[in-house]
């Protein structure tokens, strides 16, 4: 099966211009190790805009009396990393992606980051070739519908600003975050953070940059408080 009868069969479409679909699967690095072959970020960059116009606009429709805070911590969660690698795994798209040879015995083809990246990049694609009604479709067979799942497990929730509005509303104070420690080496380091209010340590968290420590920190500070009520 060629390439263009393979992405028409799992999109559902008629492609009329293959090429910006052959760049949407080109990852920098093997773009790299073949010279004039153009990668996918700048596709990936328009994906993420028209992906956040139609996840605005289909969360603005089907909740009509939701603030504007409670629909932005379901865009949040609609498109996050997480969300899009998981659809990119069941669309098997890290069977198409071009990697270097380094980056295929490294994994590539299953990294969350690669994986949510293609996905970005095949919407700027789609929308390229067929318009934004046509990236709004594939968003919304693929994408949309994962938002029950999403709302059943509470994963809009994020647990810094969950932390942030519990701890203004029982002690009146907005928590603090402190570095305290960091290990391993500069590619692959290890930040440990604690999350206090008013100086007292409420969590702790781990994790491979700061944010996820704090987020970490502030996910255990809520497990913490909740233990404490019961």
């Not at 980051?113 to 067929?130: H, K, M, R, W």
């Not at 940059?209 to 408080?225: C, F, G, R, W």
């Amino acid at each position: 099966m060629n390439f263009q009868k393979r992405v028409e069969d799992f999109l559902g479409i008629k492609v009329k211009k293959i090429n910006f679909f052959e760049t949407a699967f080109i990852h920098k690095s093997f773009a790299n190790e073949n010279r004039k072959i153009e990668d996918n970020e700048r596709l990936e960059f328009l994906g993420d805009a028209v992906l956040e116009l139609a996840t605005t606009n289909f969360l603005f429709h089907k909740f009509p009396k939701k603030p504007e805070g409670y629909l932005t911590k379901l865009r949040s969660a609609l498109v996050s990393g997480k969300n899009l690698a998981k659809i990119s795994r069941e669309l098997k798209l890290g069977n198409i992606i071009k990697l270097s040879r380094g980056e295929i015995a490294s994994g590539g083809q299953k990294k969350s980051p690669i994986l949510a990246n293609v996905f970005e990049a095949l919407i700027g694609a789609i929308y390229l070739d067929s318009g934004f009604l046509a990236a709004e479709k594939f968003l919304q067979q693929n994408l949309f519908i994962t938002l029950d799942a999403i709302l059943r497990q509470n994963l809009q929730t994020d647990s810094k600003s969950e932390f942030q509005e519990l701890s203004q509303d029982i002690f009146s104070q907005t928590p603090q975050y402190e570095l305290i420690s960091e290990s391993g080496p500069d590619h692959a380091k290890i930040f440990s953070i604690v999350a206090l209010v008013s100086g007292k340590k409420m969590g702790i968290g781990s994790g491979s940059s700061k944010q996820k420590a704090e987020t970490a920190a502030a996910k255990n500070a809520l497990e913490n408080l909740k233990k404490q009520k019961k």
